[in-house]
């Protein structure tokens, strides 16, 4: 099923105010519903090599299953979706790849990246996230974060041990405490979500939450949502205005209508015979 | 003390102390760092140290002066950033990193904590607090998680210790503060203060603007509809367009001035 027509993308990249080097990356394949943001660490230009091979990696073979399968296909063996396994699979192929190259080059050595990837089917959208790297939803007026950040700040927060207005001023907001192509393996965060007609989803990197309260973005979201484009560019002329320490990277995701999965006759049946 | 080091096809040549609150670096003899080559101006440029920060400054140079890939007018040099001038390469080694080894810390940079990395530092701290006095284990017990997590992280060689605080996020710098008041409609007369980041503006469909305020001034976008505002008369661009004390704008049919408040 192509989604061009139901889902509008936006997305915007900047290395910000103070680096030299943009070690964010972003893709977009709007036809299969698939968006992947991701937020590179490691030495030089490390960085970017482990994001881009990410997103590359992660579009790519998406793009090479989706065009054999459909997300909402069901495993005859688990008689589960394969849309989870799908995506959990392609994430581990593009963790393999930049954990192999960081292996055997050294000037890689130890890079990896943050990610957060949005499948969206069936009226659905499937979340996959590692590190700081976030989604947000604005949906009737309200603004919410979607993804936990895999940080050693969260685990603070969630075991109380810090709150939310000491956590703005602290020193350690880098420490991720999970990431895509660090360790052999990996167990990125999934979770599933039912969309509506009109949401606005955000894919951000750690440039823009660390620099814009949650307030301004929601606001910035609201005020510019007819236009995504140039919401993608405000959101990022924000976080420059603020300082800009970091590279900001945004994608913009509007569900413009309905997409529930076009089930064919043998799917029915096959549903029926279970 | 911050040094520079002088390589030519990746060999060494020298190291220089950047000792003086100037040095320069040019062809001509009178430099600090002279470099002979003629791919190199005769005042190419100069590093200003200010206690630990030093800055690249190039000087009008003839062929530009190019920092880890980019040329720059002006840099903060950071750790391991490679000047070139011509064949020649200078390498900046900052004062922490010369004095203590490490690379100098980046509180901005994400890097990721690993769990065995924590654990085994954890277990190294737990070893050490075993051989000590009692009351000073009970006192390591008592230092909180956060503190633990962070001494290990340190540990671990993951998190580099850097003395200076974490810079506060930027104050917004005092600005006046812009209003709207309404020309023409039904609401004329009507002021309307900008504080907000963002303001809309208009009729959905017909024609909406934001006007954002930034540490630059305020600034009026079209958003949506066919109808771009005007200012001034004059209909603006896809481009943000800057604000100034009294202009007026006029969007979906109703007029309004912008003036800023003393």
Redesign the interface.
Known sequence: MDLTQTLEIASCTDPGMVRSHNEDSVAADAANGLVVLADGMGGYNAGEVASGMATTVIVTEMQQVLASARPYDVDPRTSQEIAARLLREQVLKANTSIYQAAQSQPQYAGMGTTLVVCLFYDNRVLVAHLGDSRLYVLRDGKFKQVTRDHSLLQEQIDSGLITLEQAKNAQHKNLVTRALGIDPSVEPEMHEYRTKPGDIYLLCSDGLCDMVDDDDIGMALQALGGNLKLCAQQLVQMANDNGGRDNVSVILVRVLREYPAARGVMAKVFAWLK | MAKLILSMDGLVLKEIPLTKERTTIGRKPHNDIQIDNLAVSGEHAVIVTILNDSFLEDLGSTNGTV??G?PIKKHFLQNNDVVELGKYKLKFVGESAATVGAEKAD?????????AAMKAAAEQAKAMTGSSPPQAAAGAVRA???QQ??AS?TAAG??DKDPR??P???ARPAQPLGAIQLLSGANAGKELELS?????LGK?GVG?A?L?R??QGYFI?H??GANRPAVNGQQIGAAPHALKDHDVIELAGVKMEFFLKA
Do not use: D
């Open positions: 920092v880890n980019n509180f901005e940079k994400t890097m990721v904590l690993r769990p909180t998680a956060s997590a962070v992280a993951i998190a605080p974490v506060a996020p930027a907000k980041p963002l303001t809309t959905p909406v934001v954002t930034r540490p976008t958003v949506e």
